[in-house]
């Protein structure tokens, strides 16, 4: 699936009555608008494609509406997914940006030394002070510091990160 398709954001919460959903997109295709009026939401292990009526700025957001859904309950089933563009599909201008390497992480699997599988990455926040990933962990999103020290090593063939968390982290919050 990945080497098709290219991760352009994610979806954020439901927005109003009619089931428009917030969207994060990443800051190299800011701009885009998908080809097709389709995007490829993620959800479990599938890409499943929602072809949109609307996808624009409004205010300090950026909003989308999707052909079958219309109201929050329905917005609420795919809020918080990645959302795709196949690469046979993005404009030629998008796709020769560069990965960074915390793109290159996400969907990694966190794996932690004590607790076992902790969850996959699905985000990730860079600051001057501290990266942080943000990680599905029992339904729930929690954010791991992106320390040296927690970083027992790589596994890139199987997309896994072994790490060794402080006891407790992954209740705050």
Request: charged share 25%; hydrophobic share 45%; aromatic share 10%.
């Amino acid at each position: 699936m990945q080497e098709d398709y290219i991760q352009i954001g994610r979806l954020g919460k439901p927005f109003g009555l009619k089931g428009a959903i917030k969207v994060q997109i990443w800051d190299e295709y800011v701009g885009l608008v998908p080809p097709k009026n389709v995007v490829f939401v993620q959800q479990g292990g599938d890409v499943i494609p929602f072809f949109f009526t609307s996808f624009k700025e409004q205010g300090v957001h950026l909003l989308v509406t999707f052909e079958d859904v219309d109201n929050p309950n329905a917005a609420h089933q795919i809020a918080k997914n990645n959302i795709f563009v196949r690469k046979q599909d993005m404009p030629s201008e998008f796709l020769e940006k560069e990965e960074s390497e915390m793109e290159a992480l996400l969907n990694f699997e966190i794996m932690d030394k004590n607790l076992g599988v902790i969850g996959p990455i699905i985000d990730f926040d860079e600051s001057p002070f501290q990266t942080v990933v943000l990680v599905k962990y029992k339904d729930k999103e929690v954010m791991i510091p992106w320390v040296e020290a927690y970083i027992l090593g790589f596994d890139p063939q199987k997309k896994v990160i072994n790490m060794d968390l402080p006891e407790g982290l992954l209740d705050l919050g």
